[in-house]
Each structure stands twice: as C-alpha cells, then as structure tokens.
C-alpha cells in the first residue's frame, strides 16, 4: 500500500513538533505506581484469563468501549522481518484514541498493539483502521489493517486482552513519548507516541505564574482545559499498561 499524505497526517505533524516544540521522552522510568483519581483516560481494563491471537490482516472488529484499553496480540505478518522501521498507526480515530501511533513489540513470533478508547466517547459506533507503517519505504504492509470497532452503550467488549503476556517484556518500562504545542488548538496540543507499553492513566493540571494549579482533569477531555491554558504551565502525570509512571512539566 503505497504512501497517502493524508493517511499520515499526525505522523507528520508529530515529527514536525519533535523540532519546534517542547517534548520530553522517558523511555525506561524507574517510577512505578498507580493512581486512584477518576479523572483519568482508563477504566477497568478488561483482561481475560488467556490472549486472543489474532491474524494480521483482521477484518473481524475488535470492540472497544469507552475508557477500555486493549492489548492486540497477532502473528507476525510474514512481509515483516524486522521491526526496526515499523510503526503502527490508526487512521481517521478522529482524536478517539488516547494515541494513534506507536511502537509495536514483539516477542516470539507474536505482535503487540496496545490502544485506549477515551473514556468520554459518546458517538454509537465507529470503525477505526490501526495499520502497520513502514518509515523507511514510506508504505503500508497492507490496506486492511485491524478493525477497532468503538462504540458507546455497548455491552460487547473485547476480552481477549494480551496486556499480562505484554507486561512480562522488557519493554513494560517504556512510557510514551509526549509532545506539547502551545501555539496548536487545544485539539491538536498534546500528542501521545505510544513506545511500546501502552497507556494506563493520563491527567493533565495547569499552573499560572502565581503557582495556582488547577484541578487534575483527563487530559483528552480538551473542552474542559482552562481558558488560559496556553499561558500556563501543563503538568501531565501519565501511567503505560504495566503500571510504570512519568510526570513532566511543560
């Protein structure tokens, strides 16, 4: 599948932003924890007692619900010898996902995607893409990619989530890359690179100049950032999947 600028536009805007602005990677904190606030991007992730194993291309959806976060657990696609160069992207999440591009791992024979639905989503069903991007050839493995079905009221959740099977590799450390703007709309401010470990909580605070710090609020939730955010100081607290934590103030 041959290379559609539109297809990779917050791929490109994020390497654009890696330049110009403030971002901050922390592949491996030391940290760990959790946190008991509400105002997070995850719920209660739903993990079953054994992976489902998936062939890539999967046009069969994977339901998510809002809040959920999914660990994807496929073969290794046979056009892919080594991951180097790969990526994974979800295209048209419309700002859905809490990231929309990242790392893949693998680990004997097997790939891992790990993706979180907001837990604000409202919208009844939504068919999301998440395909695998070679950098370096500037081309898709193939137009079909894995089906995430997002959807709202749903009782039907995805249960076959590999997370447990993914914490177990050395990659469980990693914790996203982030990438803030303050010059972008707040829709477009913060983008989250996922390097291999998924999200498991993310809130956002700001600060002014006379060190007041608003309330914590699920950094997503972009309508309910202050007014004023652009002149303030952002401070993220963020968790990957495995539970390893990294805060940053921007």
């Known amino acids: 599948m041959k290379f559609n600028k539109k297809f990779l536009g917050p791929v490109a805007v994020v390497a654009g932003l890696a330049v110009t602005v403030l971002s901050f990677q922390n592949c491996a904190n030391n940290q760990s924890g ?41 073969l290794k ?22 990231s929309h591009f990242g790392t893949p791992v693998e680990s004997n024979g097997y790939l891992y995607i790990s993706v979180t639905l907001r837990s604000d989503w409202t919208t009844a069903s939504k068919d999301v893409r998440v395909y695998l991007y070679n950098k370096s050839t500037q081309t898709y493995l193939d137009g079909n990619g894995v089906v995430l079905r997002l959807t709202y009221g749903s009782t039907t959740a995805y249960t076959g989530d590999a997370v447990a099977e993914m914490c177990q590799l050395s990659t469980a450390a990693y ?24 999200i498991g909580y993310l809130s956002c605070s700001w600060s002014d100049s006379s060190g007041n710090t608003t309330s914590a609020i699920d950094c997503l939730n972009t309508s309910a950032w202050p007014s004023g955010w652009a002149s303030m100081t952002l401070n993220l607290y963020a968790t990957n999947r495995c539970g390893t934590s990294f805060s940053h103030s921007y």
């Open 34 to 74: 959790s946190s008991s606030s509400t105002d997070s991007t995850t719920a209660t992730d739903t993990t079953s007692t054994s992976a489902a194993v998936l062939t890539y291309p999967n046009t069969t959806p994977v339901y998510m619900v809002p809040g959920q976060s999914v660990t994807v657990k496929f």
């Open 77 to 98: 696609p046979s056009g892919i010898t080594d991951l180097t160069n790969w990526v994974w992207y979800a295209y048209n999440d419309g700002h859905a996902l809490a």
């Open 175 to 198: 914790v996203p890359t982030f990438i803030y703007s303050k010059t972008a709309a707040a829709a477009d401010a913060l983008y989250v690179y996922d390097n291999g470990a998924g």
